[in-house]
């Protein structure tokens, strides 16, 4: 009954691997990230063109106005979570860790 169960999450885990997999596969064969890098190259170029044209032009330039920001915050519920729990795991091992070496401390001094 055990192993029968023990099966059934390793298929799991397996299968989001394997899913896993395949969308990376096939978002990359069908070019996607190809896609995502040539729309930031025209971005680029539009805005070396605008430069160009506004100094053809005698405006006052500011490198500010041409770069493109793109920063995607990641900020939510689940990974502040995830956060907090990484930060409780590895302080638990850490102490863990310290109360360890202390007790073989102690023992190596009697």
Not at 12 to 39: A, C, D, P, R, W
Not at 88 to 110: A, C, H, R, Y
């Amino acid at each position: 009954m055990k192993k029968n169960k023990k099966n059934k999450v390793y298929k799991f885990i397996f299968m989001v691997f394997f899913l896993s997999f395949l969308v990376i596969y096939f978002s990359e064969l069908t070019g996607y990230y190809e896609y995502q890098n040539h729309k930031k190259t025209t971005l680029t170029e539009e805005q070396i063109k605008k430069f160009e044209t506004d100094v053809a032009n005698g405006k006052e330039v500011d490198i500010n106005e041409y770069l493109v920001v793109d920063t995607t915050s990641y900020n939510n519920n689940l990974s502040k979570l995830a956060s907090k729990l990484s930060d409780g795991i590895s302080n638990l091992v850490q102490s863990g860790v310290e109360s360890t070496f202390k007790f073989l401390s102690n023992i190596v001094d009697e």
